[in-house]
């Protein structure tokens, strides 16, 4: 069974560019998540979707961040423009949705996004 | 709002040693734990979690973590450590009964030397 994949591995763009990084989550997850590590610090929560909605995005930093799920399968998270302090390692993890059940999530390898 | 803490950032271990790493949560309802690694290149995998029963809780390989709840603690033990755990380790908590997100610790590197 595949894993969760994320494209690309790594991005170098110049600050004010435009960068959208995609996430295929394991087949049949409703549950997709976002998470990014600023380096030296702890990785954080951005958002959380269920299918294609956004359950919770408490977690974005600013309105320069835009994610997506059409259809409730692969999700974009998108940064435009990009700045100095986004760089960072993305994340994006996914996980069954089982009603009130715990779940655990599984992560993909992370988008490593330097702007400079 | 949760917060975790991993009191050891970088740890250095000679093979065959035995490892403790601390977790400590602050969050007043009941909580789901994990302990995720991260080896060198690779993507962030589950090593265990406890979701609820037994306290102590058996990983892969050979880790273990003990939930203690009136410390608020989860912390990880390996009795002897191998070259091949050289990572990064992560302890996470999420809320009960629900898919939602997870608040992560700061992270410990863990380096094993020969």
């Known amino acids: 069974e595949a894993g969760v994949t994320q494209f690309p591995s790594h991005s170098v763009i110049e600050k004010g560019q435009t960068v959208t990084l995609r996430c295929d989550p394991i087949?049949?997850?409703?549950?997709l998540y976002w998470y990014r590590r600023v380096m030296g610090k702890e990785i954080k929560f951005l958002l959380h979707?269920?299918?294609?909605?956004?359950?919770?995005e408490s977690g974005m930093p600013n309105n320069r961040f835009l994610a997506e799920r059409t259809g409730g399968t692969y999700s974009t998270l998108k940064v435009q423009p990009a700045e100095l302090e986004d760089s960072g390692v993305y994340f994006c993890?996914?996980?069954?949705?089982?009603?009130?059940?715990?779940?655990?999530?599984?992560f993909g390898q992370g988008t490593r996004l330097t702007v400079v | 709002a949760q917060s975790v803490s991993q009191h050891n950032h970088h740890v250095i271990l000679s093979e065959a040693a035995s490892l403790e790493l601390g977790c400590n949560y602050s969050?007043?309802?009941?909580?789901?734990l994990f302990w995720y690694v991260q080896y060198p290149g690779q993507h962030l995998q589950l090593l265990l979690k406890y979701f609820s029963g037994d306290p102590l809780v058996k990983g892969i390989k050979g880790f273990e973590a003990e939930f203690i709840k009136s410390k608020f603690s989860f912390n990880l033990r390996k009795p002897s450590v191998q070259w091949s755990d050289t990572a990064e380790y992560f302890c996470?908590?999420?809320?009960?009964?629900?898919?939602?997100?997870?608040?992560f610790g700061t992270g410990t590197r863990l380096q094993v030397t020969l």
């Open positions: 969050y007043g309802g009941t909580v789901n």
């Open positions: 996470a908590v999420s809320l009960t009964g629900t898919a939602s997100k997870l608040t």
């Open positions: 087949s049949g997850h409703d549950n």
């Open positions: 993890a996914s996980s069954q949705d089982l009603g009130n059940l715990n779940t655990e999530a599984f």
């Open positions: 979707f269920v299918k294609e909605s956004k359950q919770d």
